[in-house]
């Protein structure tokens, strides 16, 4: 008998039953949970440097990826049972592993502010993206303006009040941002994973642009 880091569904039956639903639904709610869960990522700037005594707070991050990454390795080597595994990631590397790179990655080589924007970014509008999909009766575009609206509002909170970016060129920034994270999520190819290009793509852009244009956060 493989290994297994569950209960074989009992919870997630609990919890897909306490909003109506079964099984089913209590992984769906499960995995959006443990999405969110993803933006605690940011506590990295908020503990202080040596918060962990004889470890940096960025030892610990690379210790916590690498623990996920040994993890994932002995799911598709030794068979370990995890939940919430979706059928088509049996055999691939699972979207968590992805994530977990996405976010290390984002914290360690973008600024703040960037930093803070695709990280909240991912972690919100990705589900919001996958639970708008399961309702088709909604206006037609809503799955297009709805998570951009979002970005817009999360990416003015973060590049305005971490970066103290003006008002104007942190809307632009969330702007383009958003729209490179929504289109990016959308292809779904063999070996792609949106939660790492949600992450990285508009994060990479961003930083580049400041890098170009270092005066941009101080106007407006």
């Given at each position: 008998m493989p290994w297994r880091l569950h209960r074989e569904g009992r919870f997630r039956a609990w919890l897909g039953g306490r909003f109506g639903g079964g099984p089913e639904l209590g992984d769906?709610?499960?995995?959006?949970?443990l999405?969110?869960?993803?933006?605690?990522?940011?506590?990295y700037y908020l503990l202080p440097p040596r918060f962990f005594l004889l470890l940096s707070t960025e030892e610990v991050l690379l210790l916590a990826l690498g623990g996920v990454l040994v993890m994932e390795g002995m799911r598709l080597a030794a068979g370990l049972e995890l939940p919430t595994i979706r059928p088509w990631e049996t055999r691939r590397?699972?979207?968590?592993?992805?994530y977990a790179v996405a976010l290390v990655l984002a914290v360690l080589l973008f600024p703040t502010p960037i930093a803070v924007f695709v990280v909240l970014g991912t972690a919100f509008v990705d589900p919001l993206i996958g639970e708008l999909r399961r309702r088709p009766v909604l206006?037609?575009?809503?799955?297009?303006?709805?998570?951009?609206?979002?970005?817009?509002?999360v990416g003015v909170g973060a590049l305005s009040g971490v970066g103290h970016w003006g008002l104007l060129p942190a809307a632009l920034a969330a702007l383009v941002g958003g729209l490179v994270a929504v289109a990016?999520?959308?292809p779904k190819l063999r070996g792609y994973d949106d939660d790492l290009a949600m992450?990285?793509?508009?994060g990479v852009i961003l930083t580049l642009?400041?890098?170009?244009?270092?005066a941009y956060p101080g106007l407006g």
């Open positions: 769906r709610i499960w995995r959006r949970c999405h969110f869960a993803g933006a605690s990522v940011l506590l590397i699972a979207s968590y592993a992805y206006p037609a575009g809503t799955i297009w303006w709805l998570p951009i609206l979002v970005y817009l509002g990016v999520e959308r992450t990285l793509v508009p642009w400041l890098i170009v244009w270092p």
